[in-house]
């Protein structure tokens, strides 16, 4: 399959997070996509550089406040004390019910807090250009797909899907999910599906596209009663306005089967098939793995592979955004095993 890589994902390498009240080193790391990458190679995959600018996609995606933001937050970091270049920032302050979000504050933190859902995701010096290389990759891979080819896949880190129009949160700085299904939109898809397997649910995502009818939003995930982040992803968020009926979530407990995990999917195929997709992106988590160790499925790496040739037999020409997984060694073992499930069933277009 067609693959984009991020170059500068190793920029984004913050030391440490916060996980249960205790500082622990990150989760999500470099070697998360440097052992897909490996895989990749091994099996005799080929990586292409992205080639597509995202500018004037995200613009559409996301708040120009927050990428200003983005874009310079580092630099507004080391302005403060040029000690900071070692010193990781997170937010100690939210605009929670009854405070003002409208008006950014000059207080580099509250500015922080302002664009951010928690305090796990911490930023570093490369973040920005990591983050805007994989919504590159996102754009490059998501062109390709327009312009005929049945599939491909966007192989980056930072994840985006907890990231929402005007803040990050989840490791997300950037919607490359969303970024992919924007720019098939604007270059001949009328309806596009966006299927979500990651553990945790894309709120970010949902977000984004909860008021439109063009983009159906699935996710298959974690009870956010008791699973990041919380507090959305429930049955009963079906979209508002125009996007009414057009966002269905698909909760499950802690500690599912891969059995009750594939209804949902089947589910979720019957939903996307309805919906008349003209094409497909899927926010690719693999955290639903048996030996994740910050998520409760049970799947196995052999059903990675099912799950790929599931979603070849929709039909679809489809985009695999990389989102979550964090046993970072079976990573690239998990993500090959969709892309050639998904490959051994697809019929070319």
């Not at 409208?102 to 010096?125: C, H, I, K, Q, W």
Request: charged share 15%.
């Amino acid at each position: 399959m067609l693959t984009f890589h991020n170059p500068l994902h190793q920029g984004h390498a913050p030391v440490h997070e916060f996980f249960r009240g205790e500082r622990v080193p990150c989760f999500e790391k470099p070697a998360r996509v440097d052992y897909v990458q490996k895989a990749l190679r091994t099996r005799g995959h080929a990586l292409a550089a992205p080639d597509v600018d995202s500018a004037p996609v995200l613009a559409q995606v996301h708040a120009p406040r927050y990428l200003a933001f983005l874009q310079s937050a580092w630099q507004q970091w080391l302005a403060l004390d040029a000690g900071n270049a070692a010193v990781q920032p997170f937010p100690s302050v939210w605009p929670v019910r009854s405070l003002r979000s409208d008006v950014e504050p000059e207080n580099f933190v509250a500015r922080l807090g302002l664009y951010s859902m928690d305090n796990g995701t911490p930023l570093a010096e490369g973040t920005w250009a990591a983050a805007k290389a994989g919504a590159d990759a996102a754009a490059s891979a998501a062109a390709r797909v327009a312009q005929g080819a049945r599939a491909a896949f966007c192989c980056t880190r930072p994840p985006g899907h907890h990231a929402g129009a005007d803040f990050m949160g989840g490791y997300c700085f950037i919607n490359n999910a969303a970024v992919a299904a924007q720019w098939l939109r604007n270059h001949g898809a009328q309806r596009v599906a966006l299927l979500d397997v990651d553990y945790h649910h894309g709120n970010g995502t949902q977000s984004i596209f909860y008021g439109r009818s063009d983009v159906l939003f699935v996710s298959i995930h974690g009870d956010p009663r008791t699973e990041y982040p919380f507090y959305l992803g429930h049955a009963d968020e079906t979209g508002e306005g125009e996007g009414a009926g057009f966002n269905l979530n698909l909760p499950l407990p802690a500690g599912t089967t891969a059995a009750r995990w594939f209804d949902a999917l089947e589910q979720a195929c019957m939903r996307i098939v309805q919906h008349r997709a003209d094409a497909l992106v899927v926010s690719l988590g693999l955290d639903t793995f048996e030996g994740d160790p910050i998520s409760r499925f049970a799947l196995t790496s052999a059903d990675f592979t099912r799950l790929g040739e599931r979603l070849a037999g929709l039909g679809l020409p489809t985009v695999f955004v990389l989102e979550g997984g964090y046993a970072a060694v079976e990573l690239g073992t998990n993500a090959v095993n969709v892309l050639e499930g998904f490959d051994s069933k697809a019929v070319a277009p």
